[in-house]
């Protein structure tokens, strides 16, 4: 079964510190994507990525960077993490035709920052 | 983008049809018209796509008008474990800016 794996389900961290939210995908997928959601704003994205070493902002990269140096891991990085980054980070991948088609989501992360 | 409208929430009874529909009034001509369904505590599974017309597969249908402003999921015999969140999406052939909303819940009763 194909997988989007995403290294914790949940994460508690501080103020101010960096963090790094891991997602690994093994169907050889060219389209990686972060997106954070909260209640009744739906899934919102962050950052994508169609390459290895490429990356584009989605509609909310503010307070985010990503890193993806294979073409199966593709990194968030919260520079100093903030309350209001207190979310479910989901992370996904599909193949190159771009058409939408079968998104493929991780478990999602659950972080708190306190 | 084209942004959707969906109902926030419904509620059913098993063994019911249910229909959701959405509307995209500002779809464009490369644009497909995507669902995905979301448990709690799980990430958005792909349910069906279309352009126009019905589409149908062994888990709903997606009935897409002539104008493609509005479609419709239709979810046969629902079940307690249809209970989740569905979303509607208008994806672009780039497909990568794909607007989520937030989605319909919709609730299964017994």
């Known amino acids: 079964d194909v997988k989007v794996t995403q290294s914790s389900r949940y994460l508690v961290k501080r103020t101010g510190e960096k963090v790094f939210l891991e997602c690994v995908q093994d169907?050889?997928?060219?389209?990686m994507f972060w997106y954070r959601q909260d209640p009744g704003l739906g899934l919102r994205l962050i950052y994508f990525s169609y390459d290895v070493k490429m990356k584009e902002k989605g509609d909310i990269p503010e307070g985010y960077s990503v890193s993806r140096e294979k073409k199966e891991r593709f990194s968030l990085i919260l520079e100093s993490a903030s309350t209001n980054q207190t979310s479910m980070y989901l992370c996904?991948?599909?193949?190159?035709?771009?058409?939408?088609?079968?998104?493929?989501f991780g478990s999602g992360t659950r972080l708190t920052v306190v | 983008l084209a942004k959707t409208t969906q109902p926030i929430s419904m509620d059913s009874y098993e063994g019911q049809e249910v229909n959701i529909t959405c509307s995209h009034n500002?779809?464009?001509?490369?644009?497909?018209i995507t669902w995905y369904q979301q448990f709690p505590s799980q990430g958005p599974r792909f349910i069906i796509q279309?352009?126009?017309t019905k589409v149908t597969n062994e888990v709903a249908s997606l009935f897409i008008p002539a104008d493609r402003k509005s479609s419709t999921l239709s979810l046969p015999r629902v079940s307690l474990s249809d209970t989740a969140v569905y979303y509607c999406l208008v994806v672009n052939t780039g497909g990568f800016k794909t607007i989520f909303g937030a989605g319909t819940r919709l609730f299964v009763k017994a």
């Open positions: 500002n779809i464009a001509t490369n644009d497909y």
């Open positions: 996904a991948s599909t193949d190159g035709t771009g058409s939408g088609y079968g998104y493929t």
């Open positions: 279309g352009y126009k």
């Open positions: 169907m050889d997928h060219e389209n």
